[in-house]
């Protein structure tokens, strides 16, 4: 009896701390999308993001919609610009979210596996106020 008992306590743990390891991965970054109108100033709050792959971002408008995000396409590594558009729901464009029209609404995305490196983003609508931000996957 003893045994079926120890083994079935290790199982449990095992169980219990599988399920920490994938609570870990899946850590939640918010972005908060913000407008100061009186000072002219468009941002990205946090501007930088440190994120590994099978974390989430969540892109959050908080004022001065409409926004979006959009990765710069430029310098991607090989095979980065197909893991990030197809991380990217319900894209309007090649690395571009759909529009987020008002305060409150959200942009969710699964950091896909890329490999480390800093991925540079902004928003379209803002581009010209230099509404930028930043991913970095680290090594």
Known sequence: MRAKQWTWLLLAAGVALQDARSAAAQAVHIVRLEVDVA????????????ARPGEILRFRVSSGSPHNITF??????????EALNTA???RTGELSS??????????RIVVPA??????PFFCTPHRV???????????
Request: proline share 13%; aromatic share 10%.
């Open 39 to 50: 000072r002219e100033v468009y941002r990205f709050v946090p501007a930088r993001v440190t």
């Open 72 to 81: 710069e396409g430029d310098s991607l590594p090989a095979g980065a610009r």
């Open 88 to 90: 990217m729901p319900g």
């Open 98 to 107: 759909p529009v987020l029209d008002r305060a409150g609404a959200e942009y």
């Open 114 to 119: 890329l490999p480390p490196g800093r991925y």
């Open 129 to 139: 106020y230099d509404m930028r931000g930043e991913l970095i996957v680290p090594k």
